[in-house]
């Protein structure tokens, strides 16, 4: 049985399925030694190539679906491929015989905290699409006065410089003050630097931010940045139903 050769590779782990359309539309992937396009359907028999790699195509049933939560320190970019040379999430992460692992959104260069990677591009895709509405919990530390009208303002919504306004669905003192006062934020979207610009937004600085939380996943206090841990298989379908993903 043929599908859509982006879901096809996206099974087998090669990347999400977003990421695969990109390398469609920029003429990197041969089925049968003919050049692949968007909407292309393919089977487990045919023989992919990405530049010079074979791919290993596999049904999604034959392959365990793994998730790393990995604690994501300041100073790593969410991509493989960097002209700068800068370290990325993907240097310690463990092998994988088969695919590779794809990262569930991204954290900036900057921020750090919760970052999940998964070898089912499919999954990654569902977790990543705007219709998930996912909830991510942030801590962030602030420098400036922060009043009242400012955090309404922040959460009845900002247009940012696309002229889509963007907000948070809650915010929460978490005490200190001076130049170490910290609020949690809870915000929908996944939108690049979408939690720094809001507040950007109201002229106040963010010095520090870290992702604690993603839908179900909380950081452990005991996961040290720039380590990684499996999800053992109670957690993983934990994220799936609570997101209507079957398994």
């Avoid at 939108?191 to 010095?207: F, T």
């Avoid at 053992?232 to 398994?247: M, P, R, T």
Wanted: proline share 4%; net charge positive; aromatic share 6%.
């Amino acid at each position: 049985m043929s599908e859509k050769i982006q879901k096809v590779l996206a099974n087998a782990g090669l990347a999400s399925r977003r990421q695969i359309e990109t390398w469609l539309q920029a003429g990197r992937i041969y089925v049968n030694g003919q050049l692949a396009k968007l909407g292309d359907r393919i089977t487990l028999q045919d023989k992919v190539r990405v530049d010079s790699r074979n791919i290993m195509l596999m049904k999604s049933a034959n392959q365990k679906t793994r998730i790393l939560l990995y604690h994501k320190p300041e100073g790593e970019i969410c991509s493989r491929n960097d002209p700068e040379q800068r370290p990325t999430v993907f240097d310690r992460l463990p092998l994988l015989r088969n695919g590779r692992w794809i990262s569930v959104g991204r954290l900036d260069f900057n921020t750090s905290g919760v970052l999940l990677l998964t070898n089912n591009g499919e999954l990654a895709h569902r977790l990543m699409h705007p219709s998930t509405e996912i909830e991510r919990e942030y801590a962030v530390r602030v420098q400036g006065q922060v009043s009242p009208d400012m955090l309404n303002n922040m959460k009845n919504g900002i247009p940012l410089e696309d002229g889509i306004p963007a907000h948070f669905d809650a915010i929460s003192d978490a005490g200190g003050e001076g130049s170490n006062h910290w609020y949690h934020v809870l915000v929908k979207e996944g939108r690049n630097r979408v939690v720094r610009k809001l507040w950007e937004s109201q002229g106040v600085k963010v010095s520090r931010l870290i992702r604690i939380r993603f839908d179900v996943i909380t950081l452990p206090r005991s996961l040290r940045r720039g380590r990684w841990m499996e999800l053992e298989k109670e957690a993983v379908i934990d994220l799936l139903n609570a997101n209507d993903i079957s398994h």
